[in-house]
Nanobody
Framework: VQLQASGGGLVQPGGSLKLSCVAS????????MGWYRQAPGKQRELVAT???????THADAVKGRFAISRDNAKKSVHLQMNNLKPEDTAVYYC?????????????????WGQGTLVTVSS
């Protein structure tokens, strides 16, 4: 199982970016999906999560500016980021709780994408 994140880049304050993350492999099902971020010198923090049914939660720091969504058929999760601020600069990681097919059983585990850098600067 792999998670492949994309969509990071350099953007000016007030700008927008959309991050995407796609899961691949021998996937039986995907439960909670989310985005985390880690700024230089800081611990990784939760940005947003979304259940399989579409119930979303967002950290207070991004409420009203970021929106998480998912496409279950495409095994993907997205993060629309609007009105970006310099303090949003970080490496963003997607995460998913995935049950995969093994040879004779199902395995449930938490997986991380490789991270995508978002830089907000003028």
């Amino acid at each position: 199982v792999q998670l492949q994140a994309s969509g990071g880049g350099l953007v000016q304050p007030g700008g927008s970016l959309k991050l995407s993350c796609v899961a691949s492999g021998r996937i039986h099902s995907i439960d909670l999906m989310g985005w985390y971020r880690q700024a230089p010198g800081k611990q990784r923090e939760l940005v947003a999560t979304i259940t399989r049914g579409g119930r979303a939660t967002h950290a207070d720091a991004v409420k009203g500016r970021f929106a998480i969504s998912r496409d279950n058929a495409k095994k993907s999760v997205h993060l629309q980021m609007n009105n970006l601020k310099p303090e949003d600069t970080a490496v963003y990681y997607c995460n998913a709780d995935i049950t995969s097919y093994e040879v004779t059983y199902l395995l449930s585990d938490s997986y991380w994408g490789q991270g995508t850098l978002v830089t907000v600067s003028s």
